[in-house]
């Protein structure tokens, strides 16, 4: 009746290894796929964004975990919503998952024949449940953490016991009820008297602390300093006992149920499950709203990313073609001076030729003087 799981080793994370399927614009993993991690399990079934998201099937390879495998929903990478999960050993879980954990409602088949169906809670058994133990006889009831704790059934071959429980004994005021009709009442008490003393104790401290919450104002907490004495918290769990044994009280007739008592148990047998299914599907709804928002959410900032730099790099081109586009620029002239004129069509006018000077006709030389005769 063990809350671990055999074998169990988690699963590796998904971005390494070789992958055979579908991806984004970002080169993620998004879509259909195929994975074989570097340790050799395998993963196949939905990606969103890079990490197991939708319906797949995670198969272990490695030695400690070898044939166990995963069938179901995953979200972003966990186990989240209905699974399967059949571990090395043979036995099964089949039921609700959250953040990796079984939680809800789940059924799981031990190895040797035992099952047990009802709440989870963290992975551990907790709330109400029903473990049928391989041999026909079954406890039903309430639990609290992976044990039996406050009101069950125990039923044997040819008679039940109703009553309390505590740390998976039967604990407290209750009754076997028999076949032969015939209730015997009585209590189950401690072997060490001793004990329930200290139980007692607890108990009281646990009832005060409770008046202490209560009395509290809202946010006094916060004004505590640190180092100064607090008032200890309800324990998180109830604590454990040692042997008990039956103390009968008195035999009675069996009670027979009246019709009226009958449809009334029937009604509330119903309304439970009613309850317990409507508990479920707007789970259901909310975690696939939850999914949905989130991946619009995601589609909107890829969009508005994408979009920005469109925008940036628009803005980049019109600058660039603004500066090389425009043809050079002439600079400004210096206005004309006051004695130049202009034409109609604001030309300066040319001003009209000077008259060129007259070059005066070359000189000639004067020829060599005659040289003397000797």
């Known amino acids: 009746m063990d809350d671990d799981e055999p074998g169990y080793i988690s699963e590796d994370v998904p971005t390494l290894g070789e992958y055979e399927g579908e991806r984004n614009e970002k080169n993620e993993r998004h879509g259909k796929g195929r994975a074989i991690l570097p340790n050799r399990d395998s993963y196949e079934g939905s990606y969103m964004y890079g990490k197991r998201d939708g319906m797949g099937t995670y198969k272990f390879k490695n030695k400690a975990a070898k044939n166990a495998r995963y069938i179901g929903n995953y979200f972003q990478g966990k186990k989240q919503g209905l699974g399967k999960f059949i571990y090395p050993d043979g036995s099964r879980y089949e039921g609700s998952w959250v953040d990796d954990l079984k939680e809800g409602q789940g059924k799981y088949f031990y190895v040797n024949g035992d099952v047990y169906s009802g709440d989870w809670s963290k992975g551990l058994r907790h709330g109400k449940g029903t473990y049928t133990y391989a041999n026909g006889t079954k406890y039903v009831g309430s639990w609290w953490k992976g044990k039996w704790e406050g009101f069950g059934e125990f039923h044997y071959c040819n008679y039940k016991y109703c009553g309390r429980f505590r740390d998976n004994k039967m604990f407290g005021y209750g009754k076997f009820v028999f076949d032969v ?81 009958e449809e009334e148990a029937r009604l ?85 030729p000077e008259p060129e000077a007259e070059v005066p006709p070359a000189e000639e030389e004067a020829p060599p003087p005659p040289q003397e005769e000797e």
């Open 268 to 352: 509330v047998d119903e309304l439970n499950a009613l309850r317990a299914t409507v508990e479920a599907q707007i789970a259901a709804r909310k975690d696939a709203e939850l999914r949905r928002q989130q991946a619009e959410a995601a589609k909107w900032a890829r969009e508005e990313a994408e979009r920005v730099t469109l925008e940036i790099l628009a803005e980049g081109a019109d600058v660039n073609e603004d500066v090389l586009g425009q043809p050079p620029t002439a600079p400004e002239s210096a206005p004309p001076p006051d004695d130049v004129t202009l034409d109609e069509s604001g030309a300066a006018e040319k001003p009209p």
């Open 181 to 261: 009709a015939c209730e015997l009442h009585g209590q189950y008490v401690l072997d060490n008297k001793d004990e329930l003393t200290g139980l007692m104790d607890l108990a009281q401290e646990a009832a005060l602390v409770i008046l202490d919450e209560q009395d509290r104002a809202p946010g006094e907490d916060d004004f505590i300093e640190e180092g100064e004495e607090h008032t200890l918290r309800m324990p998180p769990s109830p604590p454990p006992i040692g042997t008990t044994h039956f103390e009968a009280g008195a035999l009675t007739g069996l009670h027979v149920m009246t019709p009226e008592e």
